[in-house]
T-cell receptor, first 115, second 113 residues
Framework: AQTVTQSQPEMSVQEAETVTLSCTYD???????LFWYKQPPSRQMILVIR??????QNATENRFSVNFQKAAKSFSLKISDSQLGDTAMYFC????????????FGQGTRLTINP | DAGVIQSPRHEVTEMGQEVTLRCKPI?????LFWYRQTMMRGLELLIY????????DSGMPEDRFSAKMPNASFSTLKIQPSEPRDSAVYFC???????????FGQGTRLTVV
């Protein structure tokens, strides 16, 4: 079964700094999809960025980028020039492309951006 | 599209009572997920439907939990009887195809006293 691990329960940085959130996963599949979701205090789950495992190029969305290391099964999220509005829970998720095609989430990292 | 719609937003019930949570997925989405979010366990996948058929219910905690999807536009998650440890936020999510992201509803905050 696929598992997703986020080893940092909480992180805190100053506004405008760069922060990296860690995520590792375990799978025997060769093709799959990885996601980062943001959950602000409003509770709404918002997609931040998406990566297909067959693509070697790391995905980027404005200030958000990922470091995808397929061999190491690592998928970290980098937030550049952090803003107060980035304060939220961040969840890493694994999407299977085979079998039951489940979408499994990590435990989450609570990120606080301080003024 | 209005997005994934869940009801109610909040539910407070007494231990032993039956609780039914409802979800309307985005039209045209073939997959539907029910998740439970707690501080201790994060986001747990409870059950997953594809084309209205339950594909994986291995995350359903025990027989007190059941889920149905009678048609493509409606799903329910029922807890009977409810217990205080069931208190959590329950999310419904849908997606059009397996290689896309899931879209989440606003969640139902359940409190069992």
């Amino acid at each position: 079964a696929q598992t997703v691990t986020q080893s940092q329960p909480e992180m805190s940085v100053q506004e405008a700094e760069t922060v990296t959130l860690s995520c590792t996963y375990d799978t025997s599949e060769s093709n799959y999809y990885l996601f980062w979701y943001k959950q602000p205090p409003s509770r709404q789950m918002i997609l931040v960025i998406r990566q297909e495992a067959y693509k070697q190029q790391n995905a980027t969305e404005n200030r958000f980028s990922v470091n995808f290391q397929k061999a190491a099964k690592s998928f970290s999220l980098k937030i550049s020039d952090s803003q107060l509005g980035d304060t939220a829970m961040y969840f890493c998720a694994f999407g299977s492309d085979q079998g039951a095609q489940k979408l499994v989430f990590g435990q989450g990292t609570r990120l606080t951006i301080n003024p | 599209d209005a997005g994934v719609i869940q009801s109610p937003r909040h539910e407070v019930t007494e231990m032993g009572q039956e609780v039914t949570l409802r979800c309307k997925p985005i039209s045209g989405h073939n997959s539907l997920f029910w998740y439970r979010q707690t501080m201790m366990r994060g986001l747990e996948l409870l059950i997953y439907f594809n084309n209205n058929v339950p594909i994986d219910d291995s995350g359903m905690p025990e027989d007190r939990f059941s889920a149905k999807m009678p048609n493509a536009s409606f799903s329910t998650l029922k807890i009977q009887p409810s217990e205080p440890r069931d208190s959590a936020v329950y999310f419904c999510a849908s997606r059009p195809t397996p290689n896309t992201e899931a879209f989440f509803g606003q969640g139902t905050r359940l409190t069992v006293v």
